[in-house]
T-cell receptor, first 112, second 116 residues
């Protein structure tokens, strides 16, 4: 079945460091890909998405490119801030009205 | 973007009581809503898919008699945890897909249930 694998955390970075969180997926067809962020004690918020190969999603300085050839959707940010500390979930939507398939989440801690 | 509201955000109850959590799509119609459960420091586990006007579809291992889901209208789904026990303590999150859109889900803020 469809699945998402993302790097295990926790990831601890200093402020202004470069961030990469790896995400790869297995799916039939052409899924849409998402990154969600969960701040402490809150629900999930959509961070960015991409719906087809080579699309780049971006928001708040975060970027991820839909790479069909490597079945990847790695999340990157050039300079992280303390306020970026959260859990990040990679997810895919197979098609139509099916529920999202989530990765296990990666906890990011950014220290000043 | 679209807004999904959950209520209550936090609830504490005694063992053996039932708790109802509401999930509302505030500015769109949602024919399908999903209920997830999140254990501490873990990912989201899909519990059930709720379709307006029909019975919910439960994932394997989820007790449908314990977690009652009702999706009576295009903007409201409810999850009732019946005869709650301490092991039911968790963070419950609902999500809804806009009837007019595909792919993107909008999430509620989550409801933290603590059963004493």
């Amino acid at each position: 079945g469809d699945s998402v694998t993302q790097m295990e955390g926790p990831v601890t970075l200093s402020e202004e460091a470069f961030l990469t969180i790896n995400c790869t997926y297995t799916a039939t067809g052409y899924p849409s890909l998402f990154w969600y962020v969960q701040y402490p004690g809150e629900g999930l918020q959509l961070l960015l998405k991409a719906t087809k190969a080579d699309d780049k999603g971006s928001n708040k300085g975060f970027e991820a490119t839909y790479r069909k050839e490597t079945t990847s959707f790695h999340l990157e940010k050039g300079s992280v801030q303390v306020s970026d500390s959260a859990v990040y979930f990679c997810a895919l939507s197979p098609s139509g009205n099916t529920p999202l398939v989530f990765g296990k989440g990666t906890r990011l801690s950014v220290i000043a | 973007g679209a807004v999904v509201s959950q209520h209550p955000s936090r609830v504490i109850c005694k063992s053996g009581t039932s708790v109802k959590i509401e999930c509302r799509s505030l500015d769109f119609q949602a024919t399908t809503m999903f209920w997830y459960r999140q254990f501490p420091k873990q990912s989201l586990m899909l519990m059930a898919t709720s379709n307006e006007g029909s019975k919910a579809t439960y994932e394997q291992g989820v007790e449908k008699d314990k977690f009652l889901i009702n999706h009576a209208s295009l903007t409201l789904s409810t999850l009732t945890v019946t005869s709650a026990h301490p092991e039911d303590s968790s963070f419950y999150i609902c999500s809804a897909r806009d009837k007019a859109a595909t792919g993107e889900l909008f999430f509620g803020e989550g409801s933290r249930l603590t059963v004493l």
